[in-house]
């Protein structure tokens, strides 16, 4: 079975400060992995996928199969993150499973 | 239209009272999902159709909850005798090619309230 953990409901971290959002996951198989992100009043969104290894509004998110971690990180968090994040897990042609999400309150 | 449509954006209604749900996708995805988001419980899988084959109904909770999807296009969620448990916000999503991709694109949702 297919599952996505995000430990934390709400992170508080001050502007400039790192950010890290934590996704722990468990799979049957190879998985592919996704964040997604809900800014206030805006529909839900994809944020990055871990096969593209990209780095989008400076956010990346390293697959670690070891652990089975996905966390998303940001160096220096700004105010327009704050939002509502989504880990995402499939399987090739499956649904896509969510994690609980984690609010992200970026302080002035 | 450009993106995923869903109505009606607020429902309000009463306990016991069967709610109907409509999602019209993105032309040409041949993926639709719905899920239920709600406090506390983060975004809840409920049925999801691809293409021409069986939908995956595992993520229903009762059987008072039911989803077609019309000519692989528009799909409606029912839900019947409705419960205040059932309040949530309701999302829509379509994609071109199932799962594989990830890449969804929602709806912006239908609220439905049960007094």
């Known amino acids: 079975a297919q599952r996505v953990t995000q430990p934390e409901k709400l992170l508080s971290v001050f502007k400039g400060a790192p950010v890290e959002l934590k996704c722990n996951y468990s799979?049957?198989?190879?998985?592919?992995l996704f964040w997604y992100v809900q800014y206030s009043r805006q529909r839900l969104q994809l944020l990055l996928r871990h096969i593209s290894r990209e780095s989008i509004k400076g956010f990346t998110a390293d697959l670690n199969k070891g652990e089975t971690s996905f966390h998303l990180k940001k160096p220096f968090a700004q105010e327009e993150d704050s939002a509502m994040y989504y880990c995402a897990l499939t399987e090739y042609g499956n649904k896509l499973v969510f994690g609980a999400g984690t609010i992200l309150r970026v302080k002035s | 239209g450009a993106g995923v449509s869903q109505s009606p954006s607020n429902k309000v209604t009463e306990k016991g009272k069967d709610v109907e749900l409509r999602c019209d996708p993105i032309?040409?995805?041949?993926?639709l999902y719905w899920y239920r988001q709600s406090l506390g419980q983060g975004l809840e899988f409920l049925i999801y159709f691809q293409g021409n084959s069986a939908p995956d109904k595992s993520g229903l909770p009762s059987d008072r909850f039911s989803a077609e999807r019309t000519g692989g296009s528009v799909s409606t969620l029912t839900i019947q005798r409705t419960q205040q448990e059932d309040s949530a916000v309701y999302l829509c999503a379509s994609s071109f090619s199932g799962g594989n991709t990830g890449e969804l694109f929602f709806g912006e949702g239908s609220r439905l309230t049960v007094l």
């Open positions: 032309s040409g995805h041949t993926a």
């Open positions: 799979y049957s198989g190879s998985p592919e």
